[in-house]
């Protein structure tokens, strides 16, 4: 241990540790911790800028893209580690359900669905529950409406 080590870190042979033991963890429901992409970054110790992929170069699409990516970190947030196992029919697996407005833009918030054997929603995009399906098509639909439209 040398000078730079603070209570919260300890420094041995000069590579930096993070004390675990003295990081305050929150124990709200994730539905109230993740309220934006960068919340869900938060969440996953991941840097925001770090998690989007390079989409210069995809003409016309990089809109599109970027909201994927995005719903995937939030997705990854909000079921904590919880991923869909494709290999069994019987789990449960939600994602919300859109509908196209008649006006021709933007989704409208519908319906959940659920299948077992047939998905018509990425698979990254998938959540343990109806919950938090239901909580991420309200709290995130301009990136899903980014993401279809």
Known sequence: MNNNSSPNTIVVNGVMYVRQDTIAV?????AERVKSYEDACL????????SLPDVNTILGES???T????LIVITRALNEGWSPNWN???EYKYYPWFKMNNSGSGLSYDVFGLWYTYS???????FK??????YAG???????TEYFL
Request: some cysteine; hydrophobic content about 45%.
């Open 129 to 134: 529950s109806f919950e938090l399906a239901e």
């Open 63 to 65: 809109k599109s893209i």
């Open 67 to 70: 909201a994927f990516a995005k």
């Open 138 to 144: 309200n709290q995130f639909i301009e990136l899903y």
């Open 43 to 50: 969440v996953l110790g991941i840097e925001p800028a770090a």
């Open 88 to 90: 069994d029919g019987s």
């Open 120 to 126: 018509g929603v990425p698979a990254r995009l998938c």
């Open 26 to 30: 929150d124990n709200r429901p994730i």
